[in-house]
């Protein structure tokens, strides 16, 4: 079945850096765009970056444009979000996402807090 895993979060202070990565099985990783998404305590969940098929169309949330790369690796079923210059309105849950065939698919995660 369609699992994705994220990894990578963890506390950091302001002005730091984390690497999150999401590993992909059971489905054909390098046909599908992928996107992360963030879901701070209290709000709704936003998307924050997305990356096509072979890399080559990528979109940002205006909230994180120059400070977060999304990128992949098609040979390891992998999608990377490097974080840089983290705020501690970055805090949230990060989540990996994938559809196709009419579904969405979801990891279940990785918490990033940014604070002293």
């Known amino acids: 079945q369609v699992q994705l895993v994220e990894s990578g979060g963890g506390l950091v202070q302001p002005g730091g850096s984390l690497r999150l990565s999401c590993t992909a099985s059971?489905?054909?990783?390098?046909?599908?765009?992928m996107k992360w998404y963030r879901q701070a305590p209290g709000k709704e969940r936003e998307l924050v970056a997305s990356?096509?098929?072979?890399?080559?169309?990528?979109m940002y949330a205006d909230s994180v444009k120059g400070r977060f790369t999304i990128s992949r690796d098609n040979d390891k079923n992998t999608v990377y979000l490097q974080m840089n210059s983290l705020k501690p309105e970055d805090t949230a849950v990060y989540y990996c996402?994938?559809?196709?065939?009419?579904?969405?698919?979801w990891g279940k995660g990785t918490l990033v807090t940014v604070s002293l």
């Open positions: 059971g489905f054909s990783f390098s046909s599908y765009n």
């Open positions: 996402k994938t559809g196709f065939r009419a579904k969405d698919y």
């Open positions: 990356i096509s098929t072979l890399g080559r169309t990528i």
